[in-house]
C-alpha cells in the first residue's frame, strides 16, 4: 500500500523545516527535538485527574504521573513506558498518548519517567520499569486500582520495556500481569530484516537513528543487545505471558520484529493479536491530530484494554 496521503504531508512539512536527523544530533539536541514535536500535537483528553509523584526505585526515586478517568473505584490499571530509544522522550512527551489510554479504556495509567541512556545504559530502563510495575501493584488500592487487573504497555523502546516487564514479572514471580500492549516494539537488537533495508531512511525513523539507540543505550557493552531483557525476541522461552496486542506499521523499520514477536508469542501459546497498519509510519500512534488512522489504532489499543480487563 502506498504512503498513507496525511503522513505524507507530515513528512514534506518536516522535510521543508530542514534540520538534522537524530543520528547526527548530540543527545541534547535530540531530546530538544523531541519536546518540540510533541508541544505540536494538538488537544489533549480531559480525564478526572492527572497527578505527578516521586516512587522508590533501584537507584534513587522515579518520577510517575497518574491518570485517573472518572469512574468508580477500583479501576483497572495500565503501566506505561514512552518511547524515544530509551534516549529521549518523558512523562511530557508522551502527556496525550497516556490521557486518550486511560479516557479510552477507563483505566488508570501510571505513565514512568524511567532513567535514560547514555547516563543511564542498559539495563536501567528496564529495571526502573519493573520496579514502578511492582510499585503499582503493591499501591493499587491507594491508586483506587484493582491489583488484580494491571497491564503493561508501550510505544517503541517502551514496547520494547513493556514487553521486557512482561517476562521480568514472569521470572521474578510477579507482579501478576492481565496484559501487554506493544506498539511498534523493539523487539531485537539486529538490523538484518527485510523492513529495515526497505525503510532505511525517509519515514521519519531511520536505520541510522536505530543504530544511534542502541549504541547510546548499550554504551561498550554491545554484546548485551543479545539478552532477552535487550532483545526480548531473543528469550528461550515466552510461556506463560501475558496476551498482547502488538500493533505495527507498514514503513517502519521495526515493522518485521514486531511482528517477529507478534508470532513466537502465539507459537508459544499466547494469546496474541497483531495488527499490521499499512500506509503509516513509526511513531503513527500519537499522531491523531493529525492523522486519521492513528484514531482507529488508539480504539484498537483501549478496546483490547478493556476486553483483557475483563477476564479476570
Known amino acids: 500500500m502506498p504512503l498513507d496521503s496525511q503522513t505524507q504531508a507530515l513528512l514534506d512539512q518536516l522535510a521543508a523545516l530542514g534540520g538534522q536527523p537524530l543520528s547526527a544530533m548530540s543527545v541534547a539536541e535530540a531530546r530538544r527535538t523531541m519536546e518540540m514535536m510533541s508541544a505540536m500535537r494538538g488537544a489533549t483528553v480531559e480525564v478526572a485527574s492527572v497527578v505527578n509523584q516521586r516512587i522508590p526505585g533501584p537507584q534513587g526515586e522515579i518520577a510517575v504521573r497518574i491518570y485517573t478517568p472518572a469512574g468508580p473505584a477500583p479501576l483497572p490499571l495500565l503501566v506505561y513506558f514512552h518511547g524515544g530509544g530509551w534516549v529521549l522522550g518523558s512523562l511530557e512527551t508522551h502527556d496525550g498518548i497516556c490521557r486518550g489510554l486511560a479516557a479510552g479504556a477507563g483505566c488508570v495509567v501510571v505513565s514512568v519517567d ?23 501493584h503493591a499501591n493499587a488500592a491507594t491508586l483506587g486500582a484493582d491489583a488484580r487487573r494491571i497491564a503493561v504497555g508501550g510505544d517503541s523502546a517502551g514496547g520494547n520495556l513493556a514487553a521486557v516487564v512482561a517476562q521480568m514479572a514472569r521470572d521474578r514471580g510477579g507482579p501478576p500481569l492481565v496484559f501487554q500492549l506493544l506498539i511498534y516494539p523493539v523487539t531485537e537488537h539486529a538490523y538484518e530484516t527485510a523492513s529495515y533495508r526497505d525503510n532505511a531512511s525517509g ?12 549504541d547510546h ?20 522461552n515466552l510461556n506463560g505471558l501475558p496476551p498482547a ?6 514503513f517502519d523499520p521495526l515493522r518485521d520484529e514486531g511482528e517477529a514477536y507478534a508470532a513466537a508469542l502465539d507459537e508459544a501459546g499466547v494469546p496474541t493479536r497483531q495488527t499490521r497498519y499499512d500506509g503509516m509510519i513509526h511513531g503513527f500512534f500519537g499522531m491523531g491530530a493529525m492523522i486519521d488512522r492513528a484514531n482507529a489504532a488508539v480504539k484498537e489499543a483501549t478496546g483490547n484494554l478493556r476486553l483483557a480487563f475483563t477476564r479476570r
Open 203 to 214: 519515514y521519519l525513523l531511520s536505520a541510522d537513528d536505530m543504530r544511534w539507540f542502541w
Open 245 to 250: 496486542l502488538v500493533l505495527t506499521a507498514e
Open 114 to 136: 524511567y532513567r535514560l541512556a547514555p547516563e543511564h545504559r542498559y539495563p536501567a530502563a528496564a529495571e526502573d520499569c519493573f520496579a514502578a510495575t511492582a510499585w503499582a
Open 217 to 236: 543505550y548499550l554504551g561498550d557493552a554491545p554484546a548485551r543487545g543479545a539478552e532477552p531483557y535487550a532483545s526480548p525476541l531473543r528469550a528461550a
